[in-house]
Structures are given as C-alpha cells and as structure tokens.
C-alpha cells in the first residue's frame, strides 16, 4: 500500500509558476516509477509527467519545456514544478506509484487526493 498527498496547488496568472509537493509514504524504497497526471472538468485525463527509478522522465508534449519532475528519495517525495503556466493548465493535478503500462503516459495503481491549479489569462 502506498499513500501520496499532494500540495502546492493555486491560482496564478499565466505565465506564473508554482510547484506541486507529493509525500509519499508506505511502502516507499524508491524502487519503482512515479508521475504526475491531471484532469479537468469535462476533459480526458492526462498523464503530464513521469520518473523512473533509475532518474529517467517523460513529459507530455504539452508541457515539455515548462514543467520539470524530480523526486527527493531521502524524503520520499516527489515533485513537479511548472513554469510558464498557461489557462489550459488548469486541472486538478494527482500524483501516482507505482508506474503501469509499457510506457507513458502510465496508468497508476495508487493516487492522492490531487491538488487544484488554476491559471487565469
């Protein structure tokens, strides 16, 4: 069992930046591939980024180039900051361990409760 909480979300005007938080806990050794996805109101959800555990990501081509994933084993977190936000951005954002599917986007076997980010043009 894994439990993830995310933080960090907000409003901000495009163009702006904020950084998601996931804290992982459970059975966390660091061992295996995390991500972040999101969805919005009425739309698909969307794998946005994701790490593998020997350091390697994959990013959505929506956001490549303005969001970045990294992970902090020592504090069994994980997280995503995002810059150069845009008003399609706007999505409820979860983070999810571990990794399912031969390759991005994944699915996920555990997910948090998601943090809101709202960017307004």
């Known amino acids: 069992q894994v439990y993830l909480v995310e933080s960090g979300g907000g409003s901000v005007q495009a163009g702006g930046s904020l950084r998601l938080s996931c804290a992982a806990s459970?059975?966390?050794?660091?061992?295996?591939?995390m991500g972040w996805f999101r969805q919005a109101p009425g739309k698909e959800r969307e794998g946005v980024a994701a790490?593998?555990?020997?350091?390697?990501?994959s990013y959505a081509d929506s956001v490549k180039g303005r969001f970045t994933i990294s992970q902090d084993n020592a504090k069994n977190t994980l997280y995503l900051q995002m810059n150069s936000l845009k008003p399609e951005d706007t999505a409820m954002y979860y983070c999810?361990?571990?990794?399912?599917?031969?390759?991005?986007?994944?699915?996920?076997?555990?997910w948090g409760q998601g943090a809101q980010v709202t960017v307004s043009s």
């Open positions: 790490i593998d555990s020997d350091g390697s990501t």
């Open positions: 459970g059975y966390t050794d660091g061992s295996y591939c």
């Open positions: 999810g361990a571990p990794c399912v599917g031969v390759g991005f986007p994944y699915e996920y076997n555990y």
